[in-house]
């Protein structure tokens, strides 16, 4: 896994799931890290439907935290009745000001190379960084992913983490100890908001 020491974290940290990893183990994972690590950090979860989703994330990211991790199925998908999704919060934010970038989160299956590639022009388009990438491993997976550092080459980010499908059934009070275990001892704890 790369340092990340010379990075600093960005005000909003968005989370996309790329091909089907665990998108809420992807964004509970950082959030716990972080928060265990002493960072002030809140979480929003923008799923389908409710208020416009560029309304709930300038709502949430002025609220009294260093860090605001923002989580969704997809970076492209619709996630509100006017079609808004987690790129639109990225480009909304970042016109309001606010220091943005985006952890891919992916399953390091043999389509991971690919989907995070075209997410990551996606994002560059809009201007805005990827800050790395997150592997996900599905529960009890027999050897089917690739080498984690292809997906995060194929992003040109660096790998934060690996994290096993199984750590979603972990107590929510001991994940952040937990998840911690799977990031780069010289990431998330080292970067300054």
Known sequence: ?????????????????????DAGLAAAAPVATLAHAGTTVGSLRVDAGGEPVVR?????????????VIGAAGLLVPLDARGGTLADVGTALRYKGVSTGAVLATTGGSAAP?????????????????????????????GEATSPARPAAAAG???????????ADTDPSSLGSQAA???????WETMTP
């Open 1 to 21: 896994m790369s340092t990340l020491a010379e990075l600093s974290l960005p005000r909003a940290v968005l989370v996309a799931d790329t091909d089907g990893a």
């Open 56 to 68: 709930r994330a300038v709502t949430a990211v002025g609220a009294d935290h260093d860090v605001l």
């Open 114 to 142: 690919n989907v995070l590639a075209l997410s990551a022009e996606a994002l560059s388009r809009r201007e805005l960084p990827v800050i790395g990438v997150i592997v996900v491993r599905a529960r009890h997976a027999d």
């Open 157 to 167: 980010a660096p790998l934060l983490a690996v994290l096993s499908g199984d750590l």
């Open 181 to 187: 275990l799977g990031f780069s001892t010289d990431s």
